[in-house]
């Protein structure tokens, strides 16, 4: 299990664990975080967006709080994919400690039981959707003296809510894990023919299904190959060319796009540090 203290100036932001297994569910990862007294009273975090699911599960002294769409969320919560473009969603919170999963939006309906179209923009309380099931679930979380048993808990929870069948038609998920794998660069107007269906079906199936239209996940995985290569120190020049940016220009206006900032600033977001890219593990 890997695990590192961020910090923001002198104050430290958070501690971060990552499990040393993967899920038993394909397109399932997680990370736990410790939050201490004063890491993100003050400051609050710029939600990074991400193509994935989130579920943040808080078993803390005290709950996280979400800002976004003018709106405040505590404690455990559920967002779908591209959450924070804009750079309009932040948290904050001290004394915090929760498990977040990340859910690839082929297998999130399947798992938690809610569409990610749903959960476009918006971020909802998993106790409107578990009930007493997430006060039960929360506090064996907190009983757990290692991370690594929450995570082994977590996993064993999702792979038992988990629907035998799937809710995403098999052509809409070949086309996800199509514009996954070509990091977003794929001729996303001939996906439909690839697959024998209109373009027209499967831009509505891929959109209820997924929760993003096709077009928009794809550069969504696109921002995000581009900002993760930004964070491990590639030039914006080169990695304009490498993700398929006309040039430097439309690279910078992505990410402020998404962001909210500058490339030269997002580097510094802590919100990316809860990827492999950012925060190798051990």
Do not use: N
Request: glycine share 12%.
């Amino acid at each position: 299990m890997g695990s590192t203290v961020h910090e923001r100036g002198a104050t430290a932001v958070w501690d971060v664990a990552s499990p040393a297994r993967p899920s038993r569910l394909g397109g399932v990862t997680m990370a736990g975080f410790h939050i201490p007294d004063g890491g993100l009273a003050e400051v609050g975090l710029r939600v990074v967006p991400h193509p994935a699911v989130m579920l943040i599960l808080e078993f803390g002294a005290d709950q996280p709080v979400v800002h976004a769409a003018g709106r405040q969320q505590r404690g455990s919560l559920l967002a779908g994919p591209g959450l924070g473009s804009g750079g309009a969603v932040w948290a904050r919170g001290a004394s915090v400690d929760c498990v977040q999963v990340r859910l690839s939006p082929v297998v999130a309906h399947a798992v938690l039981g809610v569409s990610p179209a749903d959960l476009d923009g918006v971020v909802v309380a998993v106790d409107d959707l578990w009930g007493r099931d997430l006060a039960r679930i929360c506090e064996r979380l907190d009983t757990l003296s290692s991370w690594e048993e929450r995570f082994a808990l977590t996993d064993a929870l999702l792979a038992g809510r988990c629907a035998e069948r799937s809710f995403v038609d098999p052509e809409v998920a070949w086309a996800w894990r199509r514009i996954v794998a070509g990091r977003g660069l794929v001729r996303v107007d001939g996906l439909a023919a690839e697959v024998g269906w209109s373009r027209k079906r499967l831009w509505s199936r891929f959109q209820a299904q997924i929760g993003l239209p096709p077009k928009r996940a794809a550069r969504l995985v696109r921002f995000d190959h581009a900002v993760h290569r930004l964070v491990a120190g590639d030039g914006p020049a080169g990695v304009a060319a490498d993700c398929g940016y006309t040039d430097q220009s439309h690279l910078h206006r992505d990410v402020v796009a998404f962001t909210g900032v500058t490339p030269t600033a997002v580097v510094g977001e802590p919100w990316l540090t809860i990827d492999d890219t950012a925060w190798p593990r051990g």
